[in-house]
């Protein structure tokens, strides 16, 4: 358990829909260990990104525990919700790399400014900056703005501003989902080449069945069990 | 018009004073008090004139009138009419004898109204003046008779027997001088002069047989001017009846030395009339109601009837009466007709008209 | 569904965005409406008393005696059309005329000038010359005898001239200009409610893009589309400005009760109620205003330029910028005047977001930090996304500032001529009866009095000068006050020569007031000649007091040098006892005039009621330019509020990047605080140029006569909290919306948030 980058159990979560309580998530568990890769997969709506979002603290599951990176949260500890949201906050800062579908790079800064605010935030040095834009391959588009590159290039970046912050945890949500079908697979190329050479691990949300298979681990929120 | 016209008159100055005691026509009934509690005196049958004091004004009556009228002949014998006219409107009754008050004060206690009109080749000029009583700019004496307003001014010589006419208007002027033949003529009973079937009336006497002579000027045109006038005097403390619409009133010299006043008050049911009747030798003679036939010879023309129908059968008078063509409306603040006629019919004869109150 | 219910739907789904553009349209319409019921009353108000003594002659007598009801009858038996105009000047300032309406009669002659006096009888300020003259035993007064036009001297008996006809209302230049202020201001405030009324919905447009494509797609012609945009917009200014108008009409109504009688109070000037301020002009106006404002996008150039166009046209708008400041310096004349204001303003609020991204830029350019490089980009996204709202801001910050600027520049001259005229504590007035030298006699034999109290005899009176410098006699107000002490010796002299008061004690002078020495051109030192009842006499001329904007020449002289035979209009007494109490003096005076009764002004209440009367009349001001910046604030926060929602999530992607929401707030409150700041400090040029150019420029030029410039960095201050405040309302709205989980990346639609 110690070993474990994360892992968690018994989570549940519902939402309203008008009066109707809607289950999203029910007593899920999962565990993930350093270098490997997990795939979520499931319809939309199944609960992939509400999972995505409690395992990096923007949401709070309804009940459940998460150790993630050494540390735990349990929604039965009377922890202050604020000093849960520091520790999170820490996690999210300096270890757990967020990249979604789209928009993840401030519009208003260039390439590397975006990067280099995300490893400046992560307190990594900004020296390696260009040499991530350069690895992903875009390295001359580094003075380029979000508005001024094609979707692949800012996913691209995204993934620069993942890395550049020396990540132990990765939660990507469909990265590569507005990308045709060709970038996608170049960019979710980089993605699991640099996770395995980092051995960093990965949480996948994706609908795209093929890539899946290429994680080490699987699962699927359609198929659980309501137990 | 007269009557009419103070109606109006005092409408206009209850603007420029303190709220009145007249009611429009409801103050008929008695005598209208002032809020000092002297009251404006009613003339009643039984009342009657002094001369020469009724020249003068009558501060204790609320509406009178020095009123001349004319019909004239230039050098090349066209016809010419004339009008001057100056009313006095009370504010405030003011018993005989009372001390007058000071002019620097600028007093409201009455309000003078001056109109003078020249009818001559179907053209009529008219002026009007205003002024308030008691300052000086305004007023009028019986002995010797002066009547003032301002630069235009009816005085009398030495004697009282020749007066002077002096009016200058905007563009136009005449000078006159009046020759006064005959005696006062008393209208109605001894002077009171009924002005409605419940007895209301006026004190009312005229001068009817004036020579008159002098010059009118129109522009640039000097006219030399003789004829015969026709001045009146009035004063009573009412107007107008309700129900009283407009009165028709005529003065007349006829060819035969004889003279006619008749007047014709129009009511919402009929009319009220009266008149004298003035014949060349002998006593006037008050015509009643009922010896009287006025009426227009076109009752349904629209505006001014300008023809009438004129009978007092019990002395064989059967007149038609005509303006001459032209307009002789009196545009002043309260338009009125006042114009010159002929007379034709059973006598032949010169007199004048006035008529108010059809929807002017 | 119709076609133009597809396009509504817009704002079924926005109905916050059609309340506000309805509520700007509204409430905009009530404040213009308002304003201009209100003036063009207060203008009808004042062109008929204007009127009245518009170029107006007058006979007087050549032996200088004033004329009397005497030569009134004597004028008018000659046949020339002259009438009374008995003119009572109480002490308190209140003004009542008396006019004979008979002898008015006369000057109404077709095609001829106005009667001198064509209103009511109702004391505002006429009356029948009877009730005037019944006033006037207790008051001081002065008959004036108007003439008509028609008559030349040569008309006139012989004594009798003609002379130009002064003895006008005191409506003067203070009132026009005060008139003039808010014409103005209500021209700014059709501008901001323009700006503000596009801006919201500009942004309906950007929203509705995609229907529109989407229609387009579906076969609608693009003509249709804008047509049925045009409909829609005009049902809506429609539905808005007529509630708007009776809104504002009954704003002016609440308001006229109080703004008449400050109009009464400051110029003499009552408000005639139930003129001007048709339904009309109102309705065209705003009805224009909000079309102009919707439908610029069809004027293209026009719209370009005012959207923010290119940036090339940078240069040019600075080019009109400094032409029009350039313009505002050198022109004489009020329309360049106005155009000028306008060049200014057009290009100061193209400049201004223009300004402050540019300033963005640079800083975001030169920072190390991140996080503050970013702020400084987000913040010229910012300034350039609101530019609208944010221009309507700055103009209504600017106007409230010069608004305020010139309100407390009135008040404080107000305050120092109330001061100046009123600086005894006790004004007693002498009756008519009295002797006043047996008042001053028994004044100077008081020990106590000498010793701690003040006091000076006030002559009130009319002069004859002579040979001035439009070659015409001038009739001026004299003013006799002796002795001279400290009562007087602490007025502002705008120009003196050595002692000046001493020369004055002396009797070896006159001082003029500020509107005698602008328009006879009289300068310190000259001499002037001055017709004192029949005398002629030659006095220097000490010095030049301060009149603030009073338009009648005055003289002040020491009550020495007036004649035996002068007529006095008025005396009295102005006296602070000191240690002698105010009673002891009012025995004295009473026994030594052997009257029952005085007359007995408490300075310092007038001096209460004059301010407070002072109050009212701004009132309507304050409360427009305050509502203007109300109503641009709520533009403002409701514009911040909508474009931050298309920016919210990239304040998310800080939290999901590490950041505390208290962190992202404080990030969010630095720049919206930093963007209203801006503004503010934008505003500030600008309001202190607005007030420079009402001050000294429109002032002068309409008038003749300047106001001191102030400024009022308290009143600064109080604005930059102000604009820090609706700063922090817009990060608090904000603050809000980043605690939603739900909050989701949009579309990187250029108008929808992913703009840089």
Same mark, same amino acid.
């Given at each position: 358990?110690?070993?474990?980058?994360?892992?968690?159990?018994?989570?549940?979560?519902?939402?309203?829909?008008?009066?109707?309580?809607?289950?999203?998530?029910?007593? #899920?568990?999962?565990? #993930?260990?350093?270098?490997?890769?997990?795939?979520?997969?499931?319809?939309?709506?199944?609960?992939?990104?509400?999972?995505?979002?409690?395992?990096?603290?923007?949401?709070?599951?309804?009940?459940?525990?998460?150790?993630?990176?050494?540390?735990?949260?349990?929604?039965?500890?009377?922890?202050?919700?604020?000093?849960?949201?520091?520790?999170?906050?820490?996690?999210?800062?300096?270890?757990?790399?967020?990249?979604?579908?789209?928009?993840?790079?401030?519009?208003? #800064?260039?390439?590397?400014?975006?990067?280099?605010?995300?490893?400046?935030?992560?307190?990594?040095?900004?020296?390696?900056?260009?040499?991530?834009?350069?690895?992903?391959?875009?390295?001359?588009?580094?003075?380029?703005?979000?508005?001024?590159?094609?979707?692949?290039?800012?996913?691209?970046?995204?993934? *620069?501003?993942?890395?550049?912050?020396?990540?132990? #945890?990765?939660?990507?949500?469909?990265?590569?989902?507005?990308?045709?079908?060709?970038? *996608?697979?170049?960019?979710?190329?980089?993605?699991?080449?640099?996770?395995?050479?980092?051995?960093?691990?990965?949480?996948?949300?994706?609908?795209?069945?093929?890539? *899946?298979?290429?994680?080490?681990?699987?699962?699927?929120?359609?198929?659980?069990?309501?137990? | 018009?007269? !009557?009419?016209?103070?109606?109006?008159?005092?409408?206009?100055?209850?603007?420029?004073?303190?709220?009145?005691?007249?009611?429009?026509?409801?103050?008929?009934?008695?005598?209208?008090?002032?809020?000092?509690?002297?009251?404006?005196?009613?003339?009643?049958?039984?009342?009657?004139?002094?001369?020469?004091?009724?020249?003068?004004?009558?501060?204790?009556?609320?509406?009178?009138?020095?009123?001349?009228?004319?019909?004239?002949?230039?050098?090349?014998?066209?016809?010419?009419?004339?009008?001057?006219?100056?009313? !006095?409107?009370?504010?405030?009754?003011?018993?005989?004898?009372?001390?007058?008050?000071?002019?620097? =004060?600028?007093?409201?206690?009455?309000?003078?109204?001056?109109?003078?009109?020249?009818?001559?080749?179907?053209?009529?000029?008219?002026?009007?003046?205003?002024?308030?009583?008691?300052?000086?700019?305004?007023?009028?004496?019986?002995?010797?008779?002066?009547?003032?307003?301002?630069?235009?001014?009816?005085?009398?010589?030495?004697?009282?027997?020749?007066?002077?006419?002096?009016?200058?208007?905007?563009?136009?002027?005449?000078?006159?001088?009046?020759?006064? =033949?005959?005696?006062?003529?008393?209208?109605?009973?001894?002077?009171?002069?009924?002005? %409605?079937?419940?007895?209301?009336? %006026?004190?009312?006497?005229?001068?009817?047989?004036?020579?008159?002579?002098?010059?009118?000027?129109?522009?640039?045109?000097?006219?030399?001017?003789?004829?015969?006038?026709?001045?009146?005097?009035?004063?009573?403390?009412?107007?107008?009846?309700?129900?009283?619409?407009?009165?028709?009133?005529?003065?007349?010299?006829?060819?035969?030395?004889?003279?006619?006043?008749?007047?014709?008050?129009?009511?919402?049911?009929?009319?009220?009339?009266?008149?004298?009747?003035?014949?060349?030798?002998?006593?006037?003679?008050?015509?009643?109601?009922?010896?009287? !036939?006025?009426?227009?010879?076109?009752?349904?023309?629209?505006?001014?009837?300008?023809?009438?129908?004129?009978?007092?059968?019990?002395?064989?008078?059967?007149?038609?009466?005509?303006?001459?063509?032209?307009?002789?409306?009196?545009?002043?603040?309260?338009?009125?007709?006042? %114009?010159?006629? %002929?007379?034709?019919?059973?006598?032949?004869?010169?007199?004048?008209?006035?008529?108010?109150?059809?929807?002017? | 569904?119709?076609?133009?219910?597809?396009?509504?739907?817009?704002?079924?789904?926005?109905?916050?965005? &059609?309340?506000?553009?309805?509520?700007?349209?509204?409430?905009?319409?009530?404040?213009?409406?308002?304003?201009?019921?209100?003036?063009?009353?207060?203008?009808?108000?004042?062109?008929?008393?204007?009127?009245?003594?518009?170029?107006?002659?007058?006979?007087?007598?050549?032996?200088?005696?004033?004329?009397?009801?005497?030569?009134?009858?004597?004028?008018?038996?000659?046949?020339?059309?002259?009438?009374?105009?008995?003119?009572?000047?109480?002490?308190?300032?209140?003004?009542?005329?008396?006019?004979?309406?008979?002898?008015?009669?006369?000057?109404?002659?077709?095609? @001829?000038?106005?009667?001198?006096?064509?209103?009511?009888?109702?004391?505002?300020?006429?009356?029948?010359?009877?009730?005037?003259?019944? &006033?006037?035993?207790?008051?001081?007064?002065?008959?004036?005898?108007?003439?008509?036009?028609?008559?030349?001297?040569?008309?006139?008996?012989?004594?009798?001239?003609?002379?130009?006809?002064?003895?006008?209302?005191?409506?003067?230049?203070?009132?026009?200009?005060?008139?003039?202020?808010?014409?103005?201001?209500?021209?700014?405030?059709?501008?901001?409610?323009?700006?503000?009324?596009?801006?919201?919905?500009?942004?309906?447009?950007?929203?509705?893009?995609?229907?529109?494509?989407?229609?387009?797609?579906?076969?609608?012609?693009?003509?249709?589309?804008?047509?049925?945009?045009?409909?829609?917009?005009?049902?809506?200014?429609?539905?808005?400005?007529?509630?708007?108008?009776? &809104?504002?009409?009954?704003?002016?109504?609440?308001?006229? +009760?109080?703004?008449?009688?400050?109009?009464?109070?400051?110029?003499?000037?009552?408000?005639?109620?139930?003129?001007?301020?048709?339904?009309?002009?109102?309705?065209?106006?705003?009805?224009?205003?909000?079309?102009?404002?919707?439908?610029?996008?069809? &004027?293209?150039?026009?719209?370009?330029?005012?959207?923010?166009?290119?940036?090339?046209?940078?240069?040019?708008?600075?080019?009109?910028?400094?032409?029009?400041?350039?313009?505002?310096?050198?022109?004489?004349?009020?329309?360049?005047?106005?155009?000028?204001?306008?060049?200014?303003?057009?290009? /100061?609020?193209?400049?201004?977001?223009?300004?402050?991204?540019?300033?963005?830029?640079?800083?975001?350019?030169?920072?190390?930090?991140?996080?503050?490089?970013?702020?400084?980009?987000?913040?010229?996204?910012?300034?350039?996304?609101?530019?609208?709202?944010?221009?309507?801001?700055?103009?209504?910050?600017?106007?409230?500032?010069?608004?305020?600027?010139?309100?407390?520049?009135?008040?404080?001259?107000?305050?120092?001529?109330?001061?100046? $005229?009123?600086?005894?504590?006790?004004?007693?007035?002498?009756?008519?009866?009295?002797?006043?030298?047996?008042?001053?006699?028994?004044?100077?034999?008081?020990?106590?009095?000498?010793?701690?109290?003040?006091?000076?005899?006030?002559? $009130?009176?009319?002069?004859?000068?002579?040979?001035?410098?439009?070659?015409?006699?001038?009739?001026?107000?004299?003013?006799?006050?002796?002795?001279?002490?400290?009562?007087?010796? @602490?007025?502002?002299?705008?120009?003196?020569?050595?002692?000046?008061?001493?020369?004055?004690?002396?009797?070896?002078?006159?001082?003029?007031?500020?509107?005698?020495?602008?328009?006879?051109?009289?300068?310190?030192?000259?001499?002037?000649?001055?017709?004192?009842?029949?005398?002629?006499?030659?006095?220097?001329?000490?010095?030049?007091?301060?009149?603030?904007?009073?338009?009648?020449?005055?003289?002040?002289?020491?009550?020495?040098?007036?004649?035996?035979?002068?007529? /006095?209009?008025?005396?009295?007494? +102005?006296?602070?006892?000191?240690?002698?109490?105010?009673?002891?003096?009012?025995?004295?005076?009473?026994?030594?005039?052997?009257?029952?009764?005085?007359?007995?002004?408490?300075?310092?209440?007038?001096?209460?009621?004059?301010?407070?009367?002072?109050?009212?009349?701004?009132?309507?001001?304050?409360?427009?330019?305050?509502?203007?910046?109300?109503?641009?604030?709520?533009?403002?926060?409701?514009?911040?509020?909508?474009?931050?929602?298309?920016?919210?999530?990239?304040?998310?992607?800080?939290?999901?990047?590490?950041?505390?929401?208290?962190?992202?707030?404080?990030?969010?409150?630095?720049?919206?605080?930093?963007?209203?700041?801006?503004?503010?400090?934008?505003?500030?040029?600008?309001?202190?140029?607005?007030?420079?150019?009402?001050?000294?420029?429109?002032?002068?030029?309409?008038?003749?006569?300047?106001?001191?410039?102030?400024?009022?960095?308290?009143?600064?201050?109080?604005?930059?909290?102000?604009?820090?405040?609706?700063?922090?309302?817009?990060?608090?709205?904000?603050?809000?919306?980043?605690?939603?989980?739900?909050?989701?990346?949009?579309?990187?639609?250029?108008?929808?948030?992913?703009?840089?």
């Amino acid at each position: 358990m110690v070993d474990s980058l994360l892992s968690a159990r018994r989570l549940n979560k519902q939402f309203r829909s008008g009066e109707e309580p809607v289950p999203v998530l029910v007593n #899920l568990s999962l565990h #993930l260990d350093a270098g490997e890769s997990l795939a979520l997969t499931g319809r939309s709506g199944s609960g992939k990104s509400t999972l995505l979002n409690i395992l990096c603290g923007l949401e709070k599951p309804d009940a459940g525990v998460v150790h993630v990176l050494g540390e735990t949260f349990d929604t039965r500890s009377m922890e202050a919700g604020r000093k849960a949201d520091a520790r999170w906050g820490d996690l999210r800062r300096q270890q757990i790399g967020v990249v979604f579908q789209e928009a993840n790079l401030m519009p208003a #800064l260039s390439l590397l400014d975006n990067v280099r605010f995300r490893a400046r935030l992560a307190g990594q040095s900004e020296d390696e900056c260009q040499d991530w834009l350069e690895r992903l391959g875009i390295g001359e588009l580094a003075d380029r703005f979000p508005d001024q590159v094609s979707g692949g290039q800012r996913q691209r970046a995204a993934l *620069a501003m993942v890395f550049a912050m020396k990540p132990a #945890l990765i939660l990507a949500d469909e990265p590569t989902g507005s990308l045709d079908r060709h970038t *996608a697979e170049a960019v979710i190329g980089q993605l699991f080449d640099l996770q395995t050479r980092h051995g960093c691990g990965l949480i996948l949300a994706t609908h795209d069945p093929e890539l *899946a298979t290429r994680c080490s681990k699987h699962l699927d929120l359609a198929h659980l069990p309501e137990t | 018009m007269r !009557r009419w016209i103070f109606i109006c008159f005092a409408v206009v100055l209850a603007g420029c004073s303190e709220p009145q005691q007249e009611a429009g026509f409801a103050g008929l009934a008695g005598v209208a008090e002032n809020e000092s509690g002297v009251p404006f005196l009613q003339p009643g049958p039984g009342d009657r004139l002094t001369f020469p004091g009724d020249f003068g004004p009558h501060p204790q009556h609320r509406i009178e009138w020095w009123y001349l009228t004319a019909n004239l002949k230039t050098a090349d014998e066209e016809p010419l009419g004339l009008q001057w006219t100056q009313f !006095r409107q009370a504010i405030k009754p003011r018993p005989a004898g009372a001390e007058l008050p000071d002019a620097i =004060n600028w007093p409201l206690e009455a309000a003078w109204m001056a109109h003078a009109a020249v009818s001559f080749d179907a053209q009529h000029y008219f002026a009007e003046k205003l002024a308030r009583g008691d300052v000086g700019h305004a007023g009028a004496r019986a002995a010797p008779l002066a009547v003032w307003l301002d630069d235009w001014q009816l005085e009398a010589g030495s004697g009282n027997e020749v007066w002077r006419l002096k009016v200058a208007a905007d563009g136009w002027s005449y000078d006159l001088s009046l020759s006064v =033949n005959g005696e006062p003529v008393a209208h109605g009973d001894n002077g009171f002069s009924a002005k %409605s079937a419940g007895g209301e009336g %006026s004190m009312y006497f005229s001068l009817v047989d004036l020579q008159i002579e002098g010059t009118v000027t129109l522009g640039d045109q000097t006219l030399e001017v003789t004829g015969k006038g026709w001045f009146d005097r009035e004063w009573s403390s009412q107007f107008l009846k309700s129900g009283q619409q407009g009165w028709d009133w005529f003065a007349l010299h006829l060819d035969s030395g004889d003279k006619l006043m008749a007047f014709r008050l129009r009511e919402d049911d009929g009319a009220f009339r009266a008149g004298t009747w003035i014949p060349d030798k002998g006593e006037p003679v008050a015509l009643q109601p009922d010896q009287l !036939r006025l009426h227009p010879t076109n009752p349904e023309a629209e505006g001014f009837p300008r023809q009438w129908r004129l009978e007092v059968p019990d002395y064989g008078v059967n007149l038609e009466v005509s303006a001459p063509p032209g307009d002789y409306l009196n545009s002043g603040l309260y338009p009125y007709w006042e %114009s010159p006629v %002929s007379v034709s019919g059973s006598h032949g004869g010169v007199g004048y008209m006035e008529l108010t109150g059809y929807g002017e | 569904m119709t076609l133009l219910a597809a396009l509504f739907s817009h704002y079924r789904r926005h109905p916050l965005q &059609l309340l506000a553009l309805a509520v700007m349209i509204v409430l905009a319409t009530m404040l213009w409406t308002g304003v201009h019921h209100l003036t063009s009353q207060a203008r009808a108000s004042l062109d008929q008393s204007e009127s009245a003594v518009a170029e107006r002659q007058q006979v007087v007598r050549r032996d200088g005696n004033p004329v009397t009801v005497d030569d009134f009858v004597e004028l008018r038996r000659k046949g020339l059309c002259v009438m009374p105009w008995l003119e009572i000047s109480s002490p308190e300032g209140e003004r009542v005329v008396g006019v004979d309406p008979l002898a008015a009669g006369c000057f109404q002659v077709p095609g @001829g000038q106005e009667a001198p006096w064509g209103g009511e009888l109702d004391g505002r300020p006429f009356v029948d010359i009877s009730e005037a003259a019944e &006033l006037d035993r207790d008051q001081g007064s002065e008959l004036s005898l108007l003439i008509s036009e028609d008559h030349t001297s040569g008309d006139l008996p012989s004594g009798y001239q003609l002379v130009p006809f002064s003895v006008g209302p005191d409506t003067g230049e203070l009132s026009d200009s005060f008139l003039l202020n808010l014409d103005a201001l209500g021209v700014l405030v059709l501008l901001i409610t323009a700006l503000l009324v596009r801006s919201v919905y500009v942004l309906g447009l950007a929203q509705r893009r995609d229907s529109f494509a989407l229609l387009h797609r579906f076969g609608v012609p693009q003509g249709r589309v804008n047509r049925l945009l045009v409909v829609e917009i005009l049902m809506l200014a429609l539905v808005c400005v007529v509630p708007g108008i009776w &809104l504002g009409r009954w704003l002016a109504t609440g308001l006229g +009760s109080g703004f008449g009688q400050a109009l009464e109070g400051l110029f003499d000037q009552p408000l005639y109620a139930g003129q001007g301020g048709s339904w009309l002009v109102p309705l065209v106006i705003m009805m224009a205003v909000v079309l102009v404002a919707c439908l610029a996008d069809f &004027l293209r150039p026009l719209a370009r330029g005012l959207a923010g166009g290119n940036r090339r046209s940078g240069g040019l708008v600075l080019l009109v910028l400094l032409a029009g400041l350039a313009l505002s310096v050198w022109v004489t004349d009020l329309l360049w005047l106005f155009i000028a204001v306008a060049m200014v303003f057009v290009a /100061a609020g193209i400049l201004a977001p223009r300004l402050i991204a540019w300033l963005a830029d640079w800083r975001s350019g030169h920072d190390r930090d991140l996080q503050a490089r970013w702020r400084h980009r987000e913040l010229s996204v910012l300034a350039r996304r609101l530019a609208l709202p944010l221009v309507a801001l700055q103009f209504a910050m600017a106007m409230v500032l010069a608004v305020q600027a010139l309100v407390t520049t009135f008040e404080s001259t107000f305050d120092r001529w109330l001061s100046q $005229r009123l600086e005894a504590d006790y004004y007693i007035e002498v009756p008519e009866s009295a002797d006043p030298t047996l008042a001053v006699d028994w004044l100077a034999d008081q020990p106590e009095l000498a010793a701690s109290g003040l006091w000076h005899r006030v002559i $009130r009176g009319r002069a004859t000068l002579l040979g001035g410098k439009d070659e015409g006699d001038a009739r001026v107000d004299v003013f006799a006050i002796g002795p001279v002490g400290p009562l007087v010796t @602490g007025w502002q002299l705008f120009e003196s020569a050595p002692r000046p008061w001493q020369s004055l004690q002396q009797g070896q002078g006159v001082m003029v007031n500020e509107q005698l020495a602008r328009r006879q051109d009289v300068k310190v030192g000259q001499t002037l000649q001055v017709t004192l009842a029949s005398q002629s006499f030659e006095f220097p001329v000490l010095a030049i007091y301060p009149d603030y904007g009073r338009p009648a020449g005055e003289i002040l002289i020491h009550p020495s040098v007036l004649p035996a035979d002068f007529a /006095a209009g008025f005396q009295s007494l +102005s006296i602070s006892p000191g240690n002698l109490s105010i009673e002891d003096v009012i025995d004295g005076l009473q026994r030594v005039w052997q009257v029952e009764a005085l007359t007995i002004r408490d300075n310092r209440a007038i001096e209460e009621l004059a301010s407070a009367i002072f109050d009212q009349t701004f009132l309507l001001t304050r409360a427009m330019t305050t509502l203007t910046l109300v109503l641009a604030a709520i533009a403002l926060l409701m514009m911040g509020w909508v474009f931050f929602s298309t920016r919210a999530w990239y304040f998310r992607l800080l939290v999901v990047w590490g950041l505390s929401r208290r962190q992202a707030s404080a990030q969010l409150i630095r720049l919206s605080v930093s963007l209203t700041g801006a503004v503010a400090l934008l505003a500030l040029p600008l309001g202190v140029w607005l007030t420079w150019v009402l001050v000294h420029r429109i002032n002068p030029i309409a008038f003749g006569w300047s106001l001191p410039m102030a400024v009022y960095p308290r009143f600064w201050l109080e604005l930059g909290v102000l604009s820090l405040l609706i700063g922090l309302s817009i990060a608090l709205l904000m603050s809000r919306q980043l605690k939603s989980p739900t909050v989701a990346p949009v579309n990187a639609n250029a108008m929808a948030g992913g703009e840089r």
